[in-house]
C-alpha cells in the first residue's frame, strides 16, 4: 500500500470563492493508498526515454577495445592554455637557435664541437635540476611546468626562466642539426644554387683558419704529453682525408681536436717544407724542432717503452749564411738553455765548435775527405770516373800509409793528424818513404810495400796527373774551411747543433762543408751511438747543386736514427733537377709541412688526390637554378693549390698519408718563453764509453738521464 500524503495550508482571510464556495476551504492532507503488488515495484512504469549521445558507427567507447585509454577532461580553456604554452616555447626554441646559428657559423664550429656545447646543455639544466632536488629524475618536468603556469598566471620572464630548463638544450639540438646538415650538405649534394655551394666552402675555409689564428695566441704546450706524447705546432683548421665525405651520424660522432698535432712517427721519418720568404718559415722549424725535442725527451724518460729513444739531438745545417743566420743560432740556443740544456751541449759551427776530422777511423776519414770534393755523387761520365778512381787511390796512399814497413809489409797505422800534414803528403816523394821506399821512376829497385810504387806512379802519369789537380783542391778547400775540422769534438758531443753554411757569399765552401757532414751523419748509421736525432737543413736550395744527393742521405740516415727536414722557398729548392726534388718528397715518408708559396702544383701532385663533387643546376628563366640537376663525382688534389697560394704567414698544412691538416703556426713569443720550464733530468748524462762516439744516453732501466 503506498499513500500519498499531503500538508493542509489555512486558507486566507481575504480569500473570495470563484468556482465553487469550498474554493476558500482548506486542504486536503492526505489521501487513501492504492495497493501495489511488489512485483511491479521493479518493472519501469511508462516507456522509458532513449538515450541520445554522440557516437560513431561499429565502434564501442566503453567496450574492451578503449578500456586501456583513459582521456583526461578537458575544457577549451585548458586547450587555450596549451596552444600558448606551446607556441611560446616554440617561438623561445626557433629564436635561440637563430641566435646560436650566428656564432656556431661566423667561429666555423665542427658538428663534434657542437655536439660537445649540447651535452654541456644538457648536463648543466636538465642535470642541474635533477641534483638539486635530491636525483629526482621528473624535477626537470616539473620545474618545466611551474614556468608554464607562472607564464599563464601573467609572469612570462620568471616562467621563461623556468622552462628554459628543457627549452634551452632543445635549441641547442636544434642548432646542432643545422649546423651538421648544413656542413655535410655542402660537402656533398650542395646547395640549390652552384655558386652559393662553392660561396659556403670558401667562407667555412676562411673562417675556420682565422678561428685557429685566434687560438694560436694562447699559449700551448709543446707536446701532447701522456703516455704516448707527440709533438704539437699549433692550431687545427681543418683536416681532410682521401676517405669518402662523412655521413650526419659520423660529423656528430667525431672527436673535438684543436690541436695541429704532428704524429711522432712522421718526425722520425723524412719530411720537406716549401714556403716562400715571409711566410713564417723559419718560426715553423724552430717551433718544430723544441716540440720534437720536448717529446723525445719525455719519450726518452719512459724506460718501460721497447721503442725508447735515446737522448734526443736537434740539427739544424743552416745553408744560407750571413748575420740573419747567426741571429737564428743565437734565438735557437736562448730557447734550449731555458728548457735546460747544458751550454757546453749547445754547439754553433764553425764558431765555437770544431769537429775532429783526424782522430776518427782511416774508412771514415776517407770518406770524408772524398765527399768534401765530390760531394758524394758517384760519377756519371767516363772522364769523371777517371779522376774520381784516381782520387780515390790517392786519398788511399796518403791516410792509409802504415807506421812502419817490415820486409815489404805495412805495419800499423799513421793516418796524418791535421790539414797541414794532410797536405804535406801530397809529394811523390813523402808518399814512397811513407809505404817504405824511395820514389825513383824508370828505375828498379823498389823495396817499399809491394805494389805502392805502382800506385803512386798512377798519380803522376797522364796528360793531366791527378795529384796536382787534387792537392789544388784540398788546398783551396782548406782555404775556404779554415779549422772548422781540426778540433775535438764529435756531433753526438752535442745536444744542440746549428750549422751556418755561407751558401750565399761563398757557395764552393758552403757545398764542401755540407758534403762533409752529410758524410759525417752517414757514419752514424754504423756505430751505436744511442741518440736520437732530428737534422733540418734550411736553405737547401743554396748547396743543391748536381753533386748533392740529399735523396741517399734521406735513405741511409734513417738507419742512423736520424730523421730529417729539408726547407726551400719553392719547388725549384728541393733539388737540382726535377729527378731529385721528386726523388727527395717521394723518399719523405713523414710528408710535407706546407706554407704559402707561388707554383704550388707541383707539391700538391706529389701527395694525390680525394673524392669531389661537381653540382649543376638547371636555369628556369635563364638567370634562376631550379630544383634539378645533375652531381658527378672527380677526383681533385688532396691539398688544392690555389688555397696555398692565398695562405699567409703562420699557416700551414701538414700532409702524409692521405690526411691533410691544416692550421695555423703558434708563435714563439716573450709570454711562452717565460713559461717554459726546464726538463727534468735534462742536466745530467753519462760519461762515455771508450768503446762509444761521444757521451751518449745510458739506457740501463729506471735511469732518468
Not at 638539486?132 to 601573467?154: H, K, R, V
Not at 810495400?449 to 789537380?469: F, N, R
Request: glycine letters at 10%; hydrophobic letters at 40%.
Amino acid at each position: 500500500m503506498v499513500s500519498i500524503e499531503y500538508f493542509a495550508q489555512a486558507p486566507e482571510p481575504e480569500c473570495t470563492p470563484i468556482i465553487t464556495p469550498d474554493d476558500c476551504g482548506p486542504f486536503v492532507t492526505s489521501m487513501p493508498g492504492v495497493p501495489v503488488d511488489p512485483a511491479e515495484k521493479s518493472q519501469p512504469q511508462g516507456d522509458p526515454m532513449p538515450e541520445i549521445g554522440p557516437s560513431l558507427p561499429g565502434i564501442d567507447p566503453d567496450g574492451e577495445w578503449f578500456s586501456w585509454l583513459n582521456l583526461p577532461d578537458w575544457t577549451w580553456d585548458g586547450v587555450v592554455d596549451g596552444t600558448v604554452i606551446t607556441a611560446t616555447g616554440l617561438v623561445f626554441v626557433l629564436v635561440l637557435t637563430l641566435l646560436l646559428l650566428v656564432p656556431g657559423i661566423q667561429l666555423a664550429w665542427t658538428p663534434a664541437k657542437a655536439r660537445n656545447w649540447t651535452l654541456a646543455s644538457l648536463v648543466a639544466l636538465p642535470g642541474g635540476a635533477i641534483v638539486f632536488a635530491g636525483l629526482d629524475p621528473m624535477a626537470p618536468i616539473e620545474q618545466f611546468g611551474d614556468g608554464a603556469a607562472e607564464l599563464l598566471a601573467g609572469s612570462p620572464v620568471h616562467g621563461l626562466l623556468l622552462m628554459a630548463v628543457l627549452l634551452v638544450p632543445a635549441s641547442w639540438i636544434a642548432a646542432t642539426a643545422a649546423i651538421t646538415n648544413r656542413r655535410v650538405k655542402a660537402a656533398t649534394n650542395g646547395f640549390q644554387s652552384p655558386a652559393r655551394t662553392e660561396r659556403v666552402l670558401w667562407a667555412q675555409a676562411q673562417r675556420e683558419q682565422r678561428a685557429a689564428a685566434r687560438l694560436s695566441r694562447y699559449r700551448l704546450p709543446f707536446t701532447t704529453g701522456g703516455l704516448d706524447p707527440h709533438p704539437v705546432f699549433g692550431r687545427l683548421a681543418r683536416e681532410e682525408t682521401q676517405a669518402p665525405p662523412t655521413s650526419r651520424f659520423k660529423a656528430l660522432t667525431a672527436r673535438t681536436e684543436t690541436r695541429l698535432i704532428v704524429p711522432w712517427i712522421n718526425m722520425r721519418e723524412h719530411m720537406v717544407t716549401v714556403a716562400s720568404s715571409g711566410k713564417g718559415k723559419t718560426t715553423l722549424m724552430f717551433r718544430a724542432i723544441l716540440s720534437w725535442y720536448v717529446t723525445a725527451w719525455l719519450r726518452h724518460r719512459q724506460w718501460w717503452r721497447r721503442d725508447r729513444p735515446g737522448r734526443p739531438l736537434a740539427m739544424v745545417i743552416d745553408c744560407n749564411g750571413g748575420p740573419e743566420s747567426i741571429k737564428a743560432a743565437h734565438e735557437l740556443e736562448r730557447w734550449m738553455l731555458k728548457l735546460g740544456v747544458p751550454q757546453q751541449r749547445i754547439g754553433i759551427f764553425p764558431y765555437n765548435c770544431q769537429f775532429d776530422l783526424w782522430r776518427m777511423n782511416r774508412d771514415d776519414m776517407r770518406s770524408v775527405l772524398s765527399a768534401m770534393v765530390s760531394g758524394g755523387a758517384a760519377p756519371t761520365t767516363s772522364t769523371e770516373k777517371y779522376f774520381h778512381e784516381g782520387r780515390e787511390n790517392l786519398i788511399h796512399l796518403v791516410v792509409d800509409a802504415p807506421a812502419k814497413v817490415v820486409n815489404r809489409e805495412p805495419v800499423g797505422e799513421n793516418p796524418p793528424r791535421s790539414w797541414m800534414e794532410f797536405l804535406s803528403r801530397f809529394d811523390p816523394q813523402v808518399l814512397a818513404k811513407l809505404w817504405g821506399g824511395v820514389f825513383d821512376p824508370g828505375r828498379g829497385g823498389w823495396t817499399g810495400v809491394v805494389g805502392a810504387d805502382q800506385k803512386i806512379a798512377a798519380t803522376m802519369q797522364g796528360e793531366q796527373p791527378v795529384l796536382p789537380s787534387t792537392l789544388a783542391e784540398f788546398s783551396n778547400l782548406y782555404r775556404l774551411l779554415g779549422d772548422a775540422f781540426d778540433g775535438d769534438k764529435q756531433l753526438t758531443d752535442y745536444d744542440c747543433l746549428y750549422v751556418v753554411l755561407d751558401g750565399v757569399t761563398a757557395p764552393d765552401r758552403a757545398r764542401s762543408q755540407f758534403g762533409a757532414l752529410g758524410c759525417l751523419f752517414e757514419q752514424l748509421a754504423d756505430k751505436d751511438h744511442g741518440r736520437e736525432s732530428l737534422l733540418a737543413v734550411d736553405e737547401f736550395s743554396a748547396v743543391s747543386d748536381g753533386k748533392t744527393r740529399a735523396d741517399k742521405w734521406v735513405m741511409r740516415l734513417r738507419k742512423a736514427k736520424i730523421g730529417t727536414w729539408w726547407f726551400a722557398q719553392d719547388w725549384n729548392g728541393l733539388g737540382f733537377d726535377d729527378e731529385q726534388r721528386e726523388s727527395l718528397v717521394g723518399a719523405g715518408s713523414g710528408g710535407a709541412v706546407i706554407g704559402g708559396h707561388q707554383f704550388s702544383e707541383r707539391i700538391a701532385q706529389a701527395f694525390g688526390t680525394k673524392k669531389g663533387f661537381d653540382l649543376s643546376r638547371k636555369l628556369v628563366g635563364g638567370s634562376v637554378a631550379g630544383d634539378e640537376g645533375n652531381i658527378q663525382a672527380h677526383d681533385k688534389h688532396l691539398i688544392d693549390p690555389n688555397r696555398i697560394r692565398r695562405m699567409g704567414k703562420g699557416e700551414i698544412v701538414h700532409v702524409a698519408n692521405g690526411r691533410a691538416r691544416w692550421g695555423q703556426v703558434s708563435p714563439l713569443d716573450q709570454a711562452t718563453y717565460e713559461a717554459l720550464r726546464p726538463l727534468p733530468g735534462l742536466d745530467r748524462f753519462t760519461e762515455p764509453e771508450p768503446e762509444q762516439v761521444a757521451p751518449v744516453i745510458d739506457l740501463v732501466k729506471r735511469r732518468p738521464a
